[in-house]
């Protein structure tokens, strides 16, 4: 047994045992997981960061037959910092090797109790687009593995379990959600890949 199939059957598990592998990021929900990660270096903003390049090298130690990667983006009228670090993130994930689903993020208003104005809050969600993938490849994976611990998925994978396949799940495990817990024949905390995956901004900052 080389080192890597050794790190692989360690932090993850066997990929024999699991077959043929999608992997879906849903990397609106990835990356707040910093905030677990490092909570020190995080305290106040996100100061280091998951890594994508990292991520997908991760990823990579199973040896998925896909890999796909969700992320909104801002356009430029809502400012035009915000609009560029996420399309750099979008570009670093294709460069990585990920299928790269995105759109436009939108900012929705929110209130009060009393009616009053809160603000507007960024909101961008793909539960429909990776349901939609995940229903429309089925034939083609024996494994999902899924980078989020977004309870709003349990009701898809528990359909999927039903139809012989097998649920892996990745999240840190503050943001683990009890239906992720219940239908996941394996649970990897996050935390557990935290030395490969950290990112330091100020040592590697964007390209421009």
């Known amino acids: 047994m080389d080192l890597q199939e050794l790190k692989t059957k360690y932090y993850f598990f066997d990929p024999a045992e699991f077959g043929k592998v999608f992997v879906f990021i849903d990397f609106g929900n990835v990356r707040p997981w910093a905030k677990d990660l490092w909570p020190e270096e995080n305290k106040f903003k996100i100061s280091i960061e998951v890594d994508i390049i990292k991520l997908a090298e991760v990823c990579n130690w199973i040896s998925p037959i896909k890999k796909f990667f969700y992320y909104g983006h801002f356009d430029e009228t809502q400012g035009k910092d915000k609009h560029n670090k996420s ?15 995105t759109k436009v993020i939108k900012m929705i208003p929110h209130y009060e109790e009393d009616g ?4 507007k809050f960024p909101k961008c969600n793909f539960d429909v687009e990776m349901t939609m993938t995940m229903l429309q490849k089925i034939e083609k994976y024996e494994t999902i593995m899924l980078f989020s611990g977004d309870s709003d998925f349990g009701g ?3 359909y999927l379990k039903n139809k012989g396949k097998k649920v892996v799940i990745v999240c840190t495990r503050n943001r683990m959600s009890s239906e992720l817990q219940t239908v996941a024949d394996k649970f990897i905390p ?17 390209e421009r």
């Open 87 to 101: 399309i750099w993130r979008i570009s670093k994930a294709e460069k990585a090797g990920f299928q790269v689903k």
């Open 116 to 119: 009053t104005f809160a603000g």
């Open 156 to 158: 898809l994978l528990g």
């Open 190 to 206: 996050a935390e557990t890949l935290a030395e490969f995956l950290k990112y330091n901004p100020k040592t590697n900052p964007p």
